[in-house]
């Protein structure tokens, strides 16, 4: 018998796909790890589940406790799954820029959910720093803190990177993400880079985040803004130090709409914005290195999430991101 222990039990294990219109248009393999396929719908369930597995270990949350954390979403339902899953309660700040159908959908798992203003992570009411404070004043509660606990980026170089390398049999040339706590990425990157250092491990990266120009110059400089969630970041996190980085690549609105269109009509796949940029990052590198490389990315969520921006027609086209049809 195959039966998985409820929700915690199928979390990971997700499937490597090739998408195939972009795999024929470039003459690489290009692969996504379906990690919309996780139990509470994106990569981020493997997070939340090593975060609380983490402190569980520690002996920081105790049965009854509370999981709070500050997040743009995706972190937040995976807690708000695996506290359900493991009777603890959540409390998610959350930026009041991010979709309607996250917030709705985090309430509807029973968490409690902030939304705050969206100021710049120097401002002391950044809502990562509040949720760290407002943590910090419960009794029996932990602070996620995705951004700089490294539990992130163990669940991604204990599970993700194995499974890629496994999947693949050894056959990969490229490993491209895009990072917002930078767990993806790192955990990945690291996991490869002892099995082949001459994979090539690049950074995928919207505009109005400054990892790219970090990446190419050394200095965090934003240009530009974009309409992706939960992905960017203008400072490096604890998950993101000491990392392998061989380049960044930078993907802007137009192309990751373009790149989620062609996915849905000619790939069948419905997909959020942020695997726009990340499959746009993965194209452009298989242009790069030439035709006969196998190229890795990460195909965060689902398009349901984003239905009332990225796959609205009037939205996209008071932003002028129409795609060409």
């Given at each position: 018998m195959d039966i998985k222990d409820g929700f915690i039990g199928t979390v990971g294990n997700t499937p490597l796909i090739r998408l195939n219109s972009f795999s024929e248009e470039t003459g690489c393999e290009i692969l996504g790890k379906a990690e919309f396929l996780n139990p509470g719908?994106?990569?981020?369930?493997?997070?939340?589940?090593?975060?609380?597995?983490?402190?569980?270990?520690?002996?920081?949350?105790?049965p009854g406790g509370t999981v709070v954390e500050g997040t743009a979403g995706n972190t937040g339902i995976g807690l708000a799954h695996i506290c359900n899953a493991k009777g603890y309660k959540c409390l998610i700040i959350i930026p009041d820029t991010q979709s309607q159908e996250k917030i709705d959908l985090l309430r509807t798992l029973g968490a409690e959910v902030r939304p705050v203003p969206a100021v710049p992570y120097k401002d002391p009411n950044n809502y990562v720093k509040l949720s760290g404070r407002v943590a910090?004043?419960?009794?029996n509660a932990i602070w996620a803190n995705q951004f700089d606990n490294l539990a992130n980026r163990n669940a991604h170089y204990e599970t993700t990177g194995p499974e890629i390398w496994e999947q693949t049999g050894g056959k990969i040339d490229g490993w491209v993400a895009a990072t917002g706590t930078g767990g993806t990425y790192a955990?990945?990157?690291?996991?490869?880079?002892?099995?082949?250092?001459?994979?090539?491990?690049?950074?995928?990266?919207?505009?109005?985040?400054?990892?790219?120009?970090?990446?190419?110059?050394?200095?965090?400089?934003?240009?530009?803004?974009?309409?992706?969630?939960?992905?960017?970041?203008?400072?490096?996190?604890?998950?993101?130090?000491?990392?392998?980085?061989?380049?960044?690549?930078?993907?802007?609105?137009?192309?990751a709409i373009r790149v989620i269109y062609q996915l849905l009509s000619q790939d069948g796949l419905f997909?959020?914005?942020?695997?726009?940029?990340?499959?746009?990052?993965?194209?452009?590198l298989a242009k790069e290195m030439g035709p006969g490389h196998t190229i890795v990315t990460v195909l965060c969520d689902g398009g349901a999430r984003y239905q009332s921006r990225l796959y609205n027609q009037e939205w996209l086209s008071a932003k002028g991101l129409l795609p060409q049809q």
């Open positions: 719908g994106s990569v981020k369930d493997r997070a939340a589940l090593y975060i609380i597995q983490d402190a569980e270990e520690k002996g920081l949350l105790k910090q004043e419960m009794d955990g990945v990157a690291l996991f490869l880079k002892e099995k082949n250092p001459d994979i090539k491990c690049i950074v995928a990266d919207p505009m109005g985040s400054g990892l790219y120009s970090y990446v190419k110059t050394g200095e965090i400089s934003p240009q530009g803004n974009s309409v992706t969630e939960g992905i960017g970041n203008s400072r490096i996190t604890a998950n993101m130090e000491g990392v392998p980085i061989d380049d960044a690549i930078q993907v802007d609105d137009h192309e997909m959020g914005g942020s695997v726009g940029i990340n499959v746009g990052a993965a194209v452009a």
